[in-house]
């Protein structure tokens, strides 16, 4: 008999449609640019729907920004991210300048997408990425866009520096206290009394600081809308346009590919343009602030009058962080003044010397180096010129002499401020205070009372002869107290015989027992009805050592 096997009728398979995205930028804001843009993302959303083998993934577009970098191009960073993600194969462009004219960004970006599967293909120079020369001509080519972008920013410099040259300001930035209006400086009288407010607190002897937290606490802002910091009242104070007058070319860039910014301190000429508009500072009070300013500067925190100085104030520094030594003081544990590097109050920092200078025995310490019978700031301060700290517990003096010490100088702070007083404090919190909900806490703790000193028991550790760890209880004051050292295991086995209950319930304990008062080898366990039971509590002999 024949066989006959019958062929089911299949589908055609199709092959996966590319999906196909562009890029377009443009880096000014002007109208012929902005017409550019809008026909590169016509163009491209109709040549990427008509073709039958594509499927459109979107035209990704970054308007008014350079092409020197990538971070700042938030489409360019969202087209990359969408490529990882695996939503685009391949990406179209005009032309290597629009996608990138630093050579290092292109190339990298390049070789990333290619690791991933991206093709990206340039109209203008007919380069596609993933072909064997590819490579070769964006980077030759890249190149060119770079000194291109370059000598682009070389010739506005030039442009900017022949208006500077006619007294012309070239950039509108926005200046608390004044508004442009066309190519002028006009008042704007609220923001003026700003300036005048600060200026004002510097000639009274105001820190920075004082009025920078002065204006924070009445809600005045920049001229941005932000709190005030430092930086903002420093620039306010030094910014000769106050006066009526202009300094130009104050900053310069250094590079147009990285963007670096830099203060011009000689490097370039500048250009002072006298009565350009309305002043809100006189001129002889900006120039009186300026040298209050440098006279503040030489004295270092010493002027700060917001700040706790004294005679060792940036006198103490460390030769490994390059900080001064800050000056602090704790109440917490007792009074407690001491010095510490300067680099311990950065997030993450970590000195190198460590440890902390006790300001008695710094006190201490440079009276014998100077031959002093008592500290005298002045006779310090006279004929020392810096303290190094270059290790710890240990202070290299250098004289205005030129004579170098090395002296030592412990700091015994902590067992300084351990008062009698202090002492007697803390145990009568331990013995009157409420458990705190803590993990290593139980139902035993600030529950055993020592009879003979009327300390608490507290919780420890210890090896046992077979060198197991064992939890024990013994008074807080053990050092000057001959009580007894309570076993916990043992302990808790005992308060389950006096409860009378099969197996020790911490729950149960706090329920029924008040404290327990313990008196030599005897352990009183007072109940919270009123009553108590005494039971014996034998005390182990230690086993002396075979020899």
Not at 54 to 62: F, N
Not at 172 to 181: D, Q
Not at 317 to 331: A, D, G, L, V
Request: proline share 3%.
């Amino acid at each position: 008999m024949r066989k006959i096997i019958k062929i089911e009728p299949t589908e055609p398979v199709l092959p996966r449609r590319k999906r196909v995205a562009a890029y377009a930028r443009v880096s000014m804001e002007c109208e012929r640019l902005m017409h550019s843009m809008s026909a590169q993302i016509s163009y491209y959303s109709e040549l990427i729907q008509k073709n039958p083998e594509w499927e459109y993934a979107g035209v990704y577009a970054d308007n008014f920004i350079s092409g020197t970098e990538t971070k700042k191009r938030q489409e360019f960073q969202r087209m990359i991210s969408d490529c990882e993600k695996g939503l685009i194969d391949i990406i179209l462009c005009k032309s290597i300048s629009r996608f990138a004219r630093n050579t290092v960004d292109l190339l990298e970006t390049i070789r990333h997408l290619k690791d991933i599967g991206v093709e990206v293909r340039f109209e203008k120079e007919n380069i596609n990425s993933l072909s064997g020369d590819g490579e070769l001509m964006l980077t030759i080519l890249a190149s060119f866009a770079q000194e291109e972008s370059r000598s682009l920013s070389e010739n506005v410099k030039w442009g900017i520096r022949k208006r500077f040259e006619k007294g012309d300001p070239c950039n509108r930035n926005p200046i608390l206290g004044y508004e442009w209006v066309d190519d002028k400086l006009v008042v704007v009288p609220e923001e003026a009394e700003i300036v005048k407010r600060i200026f004002r607190n510097f000639l009274d002897g105001k820190s920075r600081l004082e009025t920078e937290r002065e204006l924070n606490a009445e809600g005045i802002t920049t001229k941005r809308g932000y709190r005030w910091i430092d930086s903002n009242i420093k620039v306010i104070l030094t910014n000769i346009t106050y006066t009526g007058n202009m300094l130009l070319q104050k900053e310069y860039i250094t590079d147009p590919i990285t963007k670096h910014r830099k203060k011009n301190n000689g490097e370039l000429p500048k250009y002072y343009v006298e009565n350009t508009h309305e002043a809100i500072i006189d001129m002889e009070t900006f120039r009186w602030v300026q040298e209050e300013m440098e006279r503040r500067k030489k004295l270092g925190p010493l002027a700060n009058k917001s700040l706790n100085t004294c005679c060792f104030t940036g006198k103490i520094k460390c030769p490994f962080c390059h900080k001064s030594y800050m000056h602090e003081i704790r109440t917490d544990r007792g009074y407690a003044e001491y010095w510490l590097c300067g680099s311990r109050k950065i997030k993450g920092g970590r000195c190198t010397v460590g440890g902390s200078i006790n300001h008695k025995h710094l006190q201490e310490t440079c009276a014998k180096v100077l031959g002093l019978q008592e500290f005298d700031e002045s006779v310090f301060l006279e004929r020392v010129d810096v303290i190094y700290v270059p290790k710890r517990e240990t202070l290299e003096f250098h004289l205005k002499d030129g004579t170098v010490v090395t002296e030592a100088c412990k700091n015994t702070g902590h067992q300084d401020c351990w008062t009698e007083e202090r002492r007697a404090a803390t145990s009568l919190k331990r013995r009157n205070g409420k458990r705190p909900n803590r993990a290593d806490m139980t139902c035993f703790s600030k529950v055993i009372k020592c009879v003979r000193c009327g300390c608490n028991f507290r919780k420890g550790t210890r090896t046992s002869a077979n060198g197991d760890k064992v939890s024990h209880w013994r008074c807080s004051e053990h050092k000057g107290c001959n009580s007894a050292s309570l076993r916990d295991d043992l302990l808790r086995t005992m308060a389950a015989q006096v409860l009378s209950i099969d197996a020790f319930n911490e729950e149960e304990f706090e329920r029924r027992i008040d404290h327990i008062d313990v008196e030599e080898d005897r352990l009183k366990f007072y109940f919270r009805d009123g009553h108590s039971v005494t039971e014996h509590w034998p005390i182990p002999r230690r086993k002396k050592c075979q020899k």
